[in-house]
């Protein structure tokens, strides 16, 4: 087993599949945070990062764990920060 962190693993997969700009795009911000053995923490930068990379990106990202031979790993990602919506509604009294 290789000493590179899992995601960082994912993304080498990932980019056979995408164009740079969308991988730097959705992906660019993102960072393990943990790889509790089945299960690894992502940190993304805000939620509909978050939302975006499950709705389109879910089946390549498993795919990918799959070809690592991670395939029972379930990827948990976790939203650094809010988007600006959230935060204007935070604000409202």
Do not use: C
């Not at 995601?7 to 991988?23: A, G, M, S, T």
């Not at 690894?40 to 978050?50: F, L, N, Q």
């Amino acid at each position: 087993m290789s000493d590179r962190k899992l995601w960082d693993q994912v993304l080498d997969k990932l980019r056979n599949d995408l164009i740079p700009e969308e991988l730097r795009r959705w992906f660019g911000d993102s960072m393990q945070a943990g790889d509790s053995g089945d299960q690894v923490t992502i940190w993304v930068p805000s939620e509909p990062v978050r939302r975006h990379i499950l709705t389109h990106y879910q089946d390549l990202i498993d795919g990918a764990l799959e070809d690592l031979g991670r395939q029972g790993v379930d990827i948990r990602f976790v939203a650094t920060g809010v988007d600006d919506d959230e935060d204007e509604d935070d604000d409202d009294p």
